[in-house]
């Protein structure tokens, strides 16, 4: 069973950085396209990033060239480097696990863990 779990986040300013983590705890992560959302305040959830089990990724352009997503099979982790972040960036972060194709939409990930928040403020 594919359980997922995020950590990392936290309060920091613009500028600065934090790296998110996402474990999965059923160890199935191997064969699995792992991928991050995001929802701020009174809005729908964003696709970030996602990388195949191979470890091709794609960004969504608000954060290409400034987040960085990698996986580590062995572990069964997946992470976010987030660097030179944004107020805008504030929001909860949600990793997410699907079995199949990776996708820029949520409906298709069937497994997602409970969000890690993230907050940049001066």
């Known amino acids: 069973q594919v359980q997922l779990q995020e950590s990392g986040g936290g309060s920091v300013q613009p500028g600065g950085s934090l790296r998110l983590s996402c474990v999965d705890s059923g160890n199935q992560m191997s064969r699995r396209c792992m991928a991050w959302f995001r929802q701020g305040a009174g809005n729908q959830r964003e696709w970030v990033a996602y990388?195949?089990?191979?470890?091709?990724?794609n960004y969504n352009d608000s954060v290409k060239g400034r987040f960085t997503i990698s996986r580590d099979n062995a572990k069964n982790i997946m992470y976010l480097q987030m660097n030179s972040l944004k107020p805008e960036d504030t929001a909860m972060y949600y990793c997410?696990?699907?079995?199949?194709?990776?996708?820029?939409?949520?409906?298709?990930?069937?497994?997602w863990g409970q969000g890690t928040q993230v907050t940049v403020s001066s």
């Open positions: 997410a696990s699907n079995l199949y194709s990776c996708s820029s939409l949520p409906d298709p990930y069937p497994v």
């Open positions: 990388i195949h089990f191979g470890g091709t990724s």
